[in-house]
C-alpha cells in the first residue's frame, strides 16, 4: 500500500491537540482544506463516528464518507474510507514532546477495483497531492491549537 507521512510539532499538550484534531464541528474553521463537515454518528468522538467531510481538489469539491476505527485519546486514532475503487486508511498520533507535541499522519490507499489498480501506476502524482494536503492540515492544525493558548 502506498503511504504518505507528515510530522510536525505543536507548542501545545497532546490533549489539547488532539482536542482540536478530533472537533468535527469546528474542522471547516480550523483545516483550511476542509468546506464543510456532516457528523453521522451520535456522541462523542470515538470509535465508530461516522462523518461526511467534503474537499475542495483539483478544483473541484470531493465528499467522502469516513469512519474511526481505531481510538486511543490523547495519543492516536485511525480514520478509513472507501471512495473510487480505493480503500483508505490515515492513522493521526500525539506524541508528548515536554510541553510540545509531534503529531503525524501516515496515510495510506489500497486498491481494491481493477480500474483502481490500474490507476495505482499514477499513484506517485496523487501521493504527491496528498501529502500537499496532509502538510496544510498540519500547518493549519498548528496554527489554530498555538493561536488559541
Not at 2 to 12: D, H, I, K
Not at 50 to 71: C, H, I, N, P, S
Not at 110 to 119: D, E, G, H, I
Request: net charge negative; aromatic share 10%.
Amino acid at each position: 500500500m502506498p503511504s504518505v507521512e507528515v510530522t510536525t510539532t505543536v507548542a501545545a499538550s497532546s490533549e489539547r491537540v488532539f482536542e482540536a484534531a478530533t472537533d468535527l464541528a469546528r474542522l471547516p474553521e480550523t483545516m483550511s482544506g476542509i468546506d464543510s463537515v456532516e457528523v453521522l454518528s451520535d456522541g462523542p468522538f470515538g470509535e465508530g463516528t461516522r462523518w461526511r467531510e467534503t474537499r475542495t481538489l483539483y478544483g473541484k469539491q470531493a465528499t467522502e464518507e469516513m469512519w474511526v476505527t481505531g481510538f486511543d485519546p490523547p495519543r492516536s486514532y485511525v480514520v478509513e474510507a472507501e471512495s473510487h475503487g480505493a480503500h483508505y486508511r490515515t492513522e493521526i498520533t500525539f506524541v508528548p514532546e515536554g510541553d510540545r507535541t509531534r503529531v503525524t499522519f501516515v496515510f495510506g490507499a489500497r486498491p481494491l477495483s481493477f480500474f483502481a489498480r490500474l490507476f495505482s501506476v499514477f499513484s506517485g502524482l496523487m501521493l504527491k497531492s496528498v501529502r500537499k494536503a496532509l502538510e496544510q492540515d498540519l500547518d493549519d492544525l498548528k496554527r489554530v491549537v498555538e493561536s488559541a493558548g
